[in-house]
């Protein structure tokens, strides 16, 4: 008795794998305090950002806004020991340029 036939099948080439991201890419104006995925418009590669907090304009008229309504004994000095009230500048970790700064006002 003969073995059944073995059919011959076509070799499929494999297609190329492209990487894609495993999170949406984030357009620069929409950058908040996180670091998020983007483009970097200067060597146009898809990034993680990475983030660096600032003393910035939300953080001294906050101050001022404190001190003027009555915040005594150093209170007025709590945005500067909050990030939240800092601007965050995103840098692009390969060719470090800044790509965007976030300011919370």
Same mark, same amino acid.
């Given at each position: 008795m =003969?073995? &059944?036939?073995? =059919?011959?099948?076509? $070799?499929? @080439?494999? $297609?190329p794998v492209?990487?894609?991201? *495993?999170s949406p890419v984030v357009p620069v104006e929409c950058l908040c305090q996180?670091? $998020?995925?983007? !483009?970097c418009p200067c060597c146009g590669e898809v990034v993680l950002t990475e983030? !660096? *907090? !600032?003393?910035? $304009? @939300?953080?001294?008229?906050i #101050? #001022?806004?404190c001190a003027m309504s009555g915040g005594v004994f150093g209170c007025c000095l709590i945005p500067f020991?909050?990030?939240r009230f800092k601007s965050?500048? +995103?840098? #692009? &970790?390969?060719c470090? @340029?800044?790509? +965007?700064?976030?300011?919370?006002?």
């Open positions: =003969l073995p &059944p036939p073995q =059919l011959e099948q076509e $070799e499929v @080439a494999p $297609e492209t990487e894609t991201p *495993s996180t670091p $998020e995925q983007t !483009r983030t !660096r *907090s !600032r003393v910035g $304009e @939300a953080t001294w008229i #101050c #001022c806004m020991f909050n990030d965050v500048q +995103h840098v #692009c &970790p390969r470090k @340029a800044k790509i +965007h700064t976030y300011e919370p006002m």
